[in-house]
């Protein structure tokens, strides 16, 4: 079965603190790929990044990273130094197979909360 | 680029009335989607088109549920007649060939309430 599992339904920090975001997903197939998209308040899902299951390497961008590790099926995302604007709803999804790929298997979602 | 546009932003309705939800995508992308939003089941998508041709409607919920794509720059998502149970948040999202038909741009959605 494919699947995506978001554990933490709803993470609160403070300011400044780092936060981690769980994602352990699902899959029987060799090719997937593995993203997070993130829902402000405002509503719109905006993506943050993809990964093909052949590229173990963890990817940094800014205050954002991603620790991708097939051994435990996980796909986790670290926000360092976290800033107010970074409170949004979080979303983990994988797609697989080549044909069907458009298709997103879509996590349940955390909820981030950063504090002032 | 103004990115996805979708409209209404906030539609009320009543139980049976038509409701239409229109999309355009951003020009040069060659996939459009529909999703819906709800807290019980998260995000759904309901068709895929590619070239203006539907693929997969599979996650359509029912026949009271229908969707276009007459050309590039538009599509439209009808529900007749709506049902309360019809009441979520309703996205268009485009992707382009080159970045992968999974890399999604999303509109800012379509908030639907049926009384």
């Known amino acids: 079965a494919q699947k995506v599992t978001q554990a933490q339904t709803e993470i609160s920090v403070v300011e400044k603190e780092d936060v981690t975001l769980d994602c352990v997903y699902e899959t029987r197939d060799t090719t997937y790929y593995l993203f997070w998209y993130k829902q402000p308040p405002s509503g719109e899902l905006v993506f943050l990044i993809r990964r093909n299951s052949f590229d173990e390497q963890n990817e940094i961008s800014g205050r954002y990273s991603w620790n991708f590790q097939k051994s435990t099926s996980s796909f986790n995302f670290t926000i360092t130094a976290s800033q107010v604007v970074d409170s949004a709803v979080y979303f983990c999804a994988l797609a697989f197979g080549v044909d069907s790929n458009y298709q997103l298997i879509w996590g349940a979602g955390t909820k981030l909360i950063i504090k002032p | 680029d103004a990115g996805v546009i979708q409209s209404p932003r906030h539609e009320v309705t009543e139980m049976g009335q038509e409701v239409t939800l229109r999309c355009k995508p951003i020009s040069g992308h060659n996939s459009l989607f529909w999703y819906r939003q709800t807290m019980m089941r998260g995000l759904e998508l309901l068709i895929y088109f590619n070239n203006n041709v539907p693929i997969d409607d599979s996650g359509m919920p029912e026949d009271r549920f229908s969707a276009k794509m007459p050309n590039a720059s538009f599509s439209t998502l009808k529900i007749q007649p709506s049902e309360p149970r019809d009441s979520a948040v309703y996205f268009c999202?485009?992707?382009?060939?080159?970045?992968?038909?999974?890399?999604?741009?999303f509109g800012a959605g379509s908030r639907l309430t049926v009384l």
């Open positions: 999202a485009s992707s382009h060939r080159k970045t992968g038909a999974n890399v999604l741009t």
